[in-house]
C-alpha cells in the first residue's frame, strides 16, 4: 500500500487527510483492524521511535502509553511487584516481559492514559492483549501479533479498535520534512544513538551510578526525545513516574512532572491501599475516585510525610537547566540522579545545588528538543 485515505486530520473541518510516502513508496506498516486516525498514526509512528530506541538502548521489551504526541508513560519490561500490581490493577499470575512493560508504562500515570495510544517494542501476546482490552485505548502499534492477541483486540470497541503493525527493519530518509502554513521546512533527521556513553560526564561530587541508574537516564533521555518540548521526565525502576511536556518555563516542567511522579507515590500509600472498592467498579472510575482521595482526603502532614519516603528517582531534562530552583523542586520527589545537557551560564550554581544534596548529575551535552 502507498498511501491511507483518512477520515480527516487533526480536526473534522481538516479535509482531506491522507499519509503516503513519497517516490509511490510502499508504506511500512498495515493496519490490520479498525481506522486510525491522523492524530491516531501521528501518536504511532512517535511512540514506536520511541520504544524500538528504548529497547536498543537497554536490551529489554520496551512499551510506551501515548497521548497527543507526547507519553504520557513508558517502561521496561521489569516483573511487577505485588504493589505494582495492585494500583495498575494488573492480573495474578505470571505475565510476559512485554505485558509488564506495557502495564507499567500505563500505570505511571493512569489519568493522562485514558484513551491513549499503545506501543511495543515486541510481538503483542496474549498477556498484553488481554490487559489492553480491559482498558480505555484507541489502539496499540507493535512489529506483530499472535493469533491469540489479535483475536482478543479484534473484539475490543465493538471490533473497532485500532492495530497497526509496523516492519521493524524500517528506517526513515535522512531527510524530513513538513508544511506550516504553506511553507515547507526541512531537517536533518534526528537519528541520535542514545547510549551509556553519554553518561560519562559526571559533574557532581558524587559520581556512584549504578547500571540501574543508568537504564533509568536511558529511559529518561529516549522519552524525551519525542515528548512534547520543553520536557522533563521523573523514572524510577525501569518506568517513568511522570512526564511533564510542552511547558514554556523548565520549572514549571519539572514542577508537573513532579506532581505526577508525587501521586504515582501516593497511590502505595497505605490508606489509599486499603481503599475498598466494588468489583464490578469501572477502572476509570476507580482511577477518578482514588485520586479524589489523594487529593481532598489525605492530610498535608500525611503526604509529606509519605512523599519523604521516597528516594532513587532520576529526572531527566531535554535542555539545560538555567536555575538551581529545578534541583530543589526535583529533591521534593525523591530524584538522587539528574541527566541534563548542560550548556547554562549558572550551570555551576545548578551543580552547587545537586552536591548539597548528593545528587549524581551527568551532563550529556546533547538537547532533545521535539515539536
Known amino acids: ?71 504520557a508513560g513508558a517502561a521496561l519490561g521489569l516483573p511487577l511487584s505485588e504493589v505494582e500490581r495492585q494500583i495498575y490493577f494488573a492480573p495474578e499470575g505470571e505475565l510476559s516481559p512485554i505485558a509488564c512493560a506495557y502495564i507499567r508504562a500505563r500505570g505511571a500515570d493512569r489519568l493522562c492514559s485514558f484513551g491513549d495510544w ?68 526541512e531537517q536533518g533527521y534526528n537519528d541520535l544513538n542514545i547510549n551509556s556513553a553519554m553518561l560519562d560526564n559526571i559533574v557532581t561530587a558524587n559520581k556512584a551510578l549504578s547500571q540501574q541508574a543508568k537504564n533509568d537516564m536511558l529511559l529518561a533521555m529516549i522519552t524525551l526525545k519525542y515528548t512534547q518540548s520543553n520536557s522533563v521526565c521523573y523514572v524510577k525502576d525501569g518506568q517513568t513516574l511522570g512526564v511533564g511536556a510542552g511547558q ?34 469501572r477502572r476509570p472510575d476507580r482511577d477518578n475516585a482514588i485520586d479524589a482521595f489523594i487529593a481532598d482526603c489525605l492530610t498535608q502532614e500525611e503526604k509529606a510525610e509519605w512523599i519523604a519516603r521516597l528516594s532513587g528517582v532520576t529526572l531527566g531534562s531535554d535542555a539545560f537547566f538555567p536555575f538551581g530552583d529545578n534541583v530543589e523542586r526535583a529533591r521534593q520527589s525523591g530524584v538522587s540522579y539528574i541527566v541534563q545537557p548542560g550548556g547554562s551560564i549558572r550551570d555551576d550554581q545548578v551543580i552547587e545545588t545537586a552536591d548539597k544534596y548528593g545528587m549524581v548529575m551527568a551532563f550529556t551535552g546533547m538537547r532533545l528538543f521535539h515539536h
Open 248 to 281: 514554556q518555563s523548565r520549572v514549571h516542567c519539572t514542577r508537573l512532572a513532579g506532581n505526577k511522579a508525587d501521586i504515582w507515590w501516593l497511590r502505595q500509600h497505605p490508606k489509599t491501599l486499603a481503599l475498598p472498592f466494588p468489583t464490578d467498579v
Open 1 to 71: 500500500m502507498t498511501e491511507l485515505e483518512l477520515k480527516y486530520g487533526c480536526n473534522p473541518n481538516q479535509k482531506p487527510a491522507r499519509i503516503f510516502m513519497e517516490g509511490g513508496r510502499e508504506l511500512p506498516l498495515t493496519v490490520l483492524n479498525g481506522r486510525p486516525g491522523y492524530i491516531n498514526f501521528m501518536d504511532a509512528l512517535n511512540s514506536w521511535q520511541l520504544v524500538k530506541q528504548l529497547k536498543e538502548a537497554t536490551g529489554l521489551p520496551a512499551a510506551a502509553s501515548f497521548k497527543h504526541v507526547s507519553p
Open 118 to 185: 499503545a506501543a511495543l517494542s515486541d510481538v503483542c501476546d496474549g498477556d498484553t492483549a488481554r490487559y489492553l482490552a480491559l482498558e480505555v485505548s484507541d489502539g496499540v502499534i507493535a512489529p506483530g501479533y499472535t493469533g491469540e492477541a489479535l483475536e482478543i483486540l479484534k473484539t475490543k470497541r465493538k471490533g473497532g479498535y485500532n492495530v497497526i503493525q509496523i516492519d521493524p527493519s524500517y528506517s526513515p530518509e535522512p531527510i524530513e520534512r513538513r508544511n506550516i502554513f504553506g511553507i515547507t521546512f
